[in-house]
């Protein structure tokens, strides 16, 4: 991965709509997706990957009126990801999560497994009762995906642009993902860059002194 590349790039905020991600290149990405961690391996989340115009376009006509100005970013892109996040955390979604793992010989020894799920318990205890966050906690398991997400796509030559300008309750509605236990959380976008859009001025960030404290 070319970091000095990606420390001196902007985001895209425009795609080239002739230019379609390879299928191969997908599925490696929704791999990786796939396989991004989260907090005691809650895997909170569930992804709609809109791959078609008309998925892209059910997404568009159901952003919110105030959010139209990210139309033409998702329509001209290759796809457009609807990252969601489970509205709750219930005992059928934590039995799942530990079934898989025994499944998987996620932990040989049994009396690790048994010491593990008593741990997540307690842990999801805390951030139920004591914190009650849980709902912002499993947000950002899922902010965690994205930005991990959005460094695999670079590395695939793939471009990624996060999208926080949408109506959750409308693209909910739109795509009954309510119905699931789950709520939109964030969108992203993935395809290549229009060059005649590029933005060829530097970036700008605070200087490495207001930004790092050594102890």
Same mark, same amino acid.
């Not at 425009?14 to 809650?42: C, H, M, W």
């Not at 992203?188 to 860059?193: D, E, K, M, Q």
């Given at each position: 991965?070319?970091?000095?590349?990606?420390?001196?790039?902007?985001?895209?905020?425009?795609?080239?709509?002739?230019?379609?991600?390879?299928?191969?290149?997908?599925?490696?990405?929704?791999?990786?997706?796939?396989?991004?961690?989260?907090?005691?391996?809650?895997?909170?989340?569930?992804?709609?990957?809109?791959?078609?115009?008309?998925?892209?376009?059910?997404?568009?006509?159901?952003?919110?009126?105030?959010?139209?100005?990210?139309?033409?970013?998702?329509?001209?892109?290759?796809?457009?990801?609807?990252?969601?996040?489970?509205?709750?955390?219930?005992?059928?979604?934590?039995?799942?999560?530990?079934?898989?793992?025994?499944?998987?010989?996620?932990?040989?020894?049994?009396?690790?497994?048994?010491?593990?799920?008593?741990?997540?318990?307690?842990?999801?205890?805390?951030?139920?009762?004591?914190? &009650?966050?849980?709902?912002?906690?499993?947000?950002?398991?899922?902010?965690? !995906? +994205? %930005?991990?997400?959005?460094? #695999?796509? =670079?590395?695939?030559?793939?471009?990624?642009?996060?999208?926080?300008?949408?109506?959750?309750?409308?693209?909910?509605?739109?795509? &009954?993902?309510?119905?699931?236990?789950?709520?939109?959380?964030?969108?992203? !976008? +993935? %395809?290549?860059?229009?060059? #005649?859009? =590029?933005?060829?001025?530097?970036?700008?960030?605070?200087?490495?002194?207001?930004?790092?404290?050594?102890?």
């Amino acid at each position: 991965m070319d970091l000095d590349k990606l420390m001196n790039k902007h985001l895209t905020r425009y795609f080239d709509a002739s230019k379609t991600i390879p299928e191969g290149t997908l599925q490696q990405l929704l791999r990786f997706l796939r396989s991004t961690p989260s907090s005691t391996n809650v895997q909170p989340n569930h992804f709609y990957v809109l791959a078609t115009p008309q998925g892209k376009e059910h997404l568009v006509a159901n952003l919110g009126e105030r959010f139209q100005d990210n139309s033409e970013k998702i329509l001209n892109a290759s796809h457009t990801v609807i990252l969601t996040t489970r509205a709750d955390l219930p005992e059928s979604h934590l039995d799942a999560v530990f079934t898989k793992e025994r499944a998987d010989g996620r932990f040989p020894d049994q009396a690790k497994h048994a010491l593990w799920e008593s741990m997540t318990r307690d842990f999801l205890n805390l951030r139920n009762y004591g914190y &009650k966050d849980v709902n912002h906690w499993m947000e950002k398991q899922t902010y965690m !995906a +994205l %930005g991990m997400t959005m460094m #695999a796509a =670079a590395e695939l030559g793939v471009e990624a642009m996060p999208l926080e300008g949408f109506d959750p309750t409308s693209v909910d509605k739109a795509f &009954k993902i309510r119905e699931t236990g789950h709520t939109t959380t964030v969108l992203l !976008a +993935l %395809g290549y860059p229009d060059p #005649a859009k =590029a933005y060829p001025t530097p970036i700008s960030r605070f200087e490495a002194d207001q930004l790092f404290t050594f102890v």
